[in-house]
């Protein structure tokens, strides 16, 4: 029991070390993270429709 004691203690003590993010920079964050995502999928988005007209103009060619 003992251990199990230590560790929460430990990891209670930790958090406390932890620097939070404002709420602002979580916002600023969280719109990069959507952006992003939102990019990237676009990017992905385009490479499939380019690879698949590439493919069907080989099959039917």
Not at 28 to 41: E, K, P, Q, R
Request: glycine share 6%; aromatic share 16%; no cysteine.
């Amino acid at each position: 029991m003992s251990k199990i004691t230590t560790y929460f203690k430990e990891s209670v003590a930790e958090l406390k070390k932890v620097t939070w993010p404002t709420k602002k920079e979580t916002y600023n964050y969280t719109l990069l993270v959507i952006g992003i995502s939102l990019g990237v999928a676009i990017f992905l988005g385009f490479l499939d429709y380019i690879f698949t007209q590439g493919f069907q103009a080989l099959l039917t060619r």
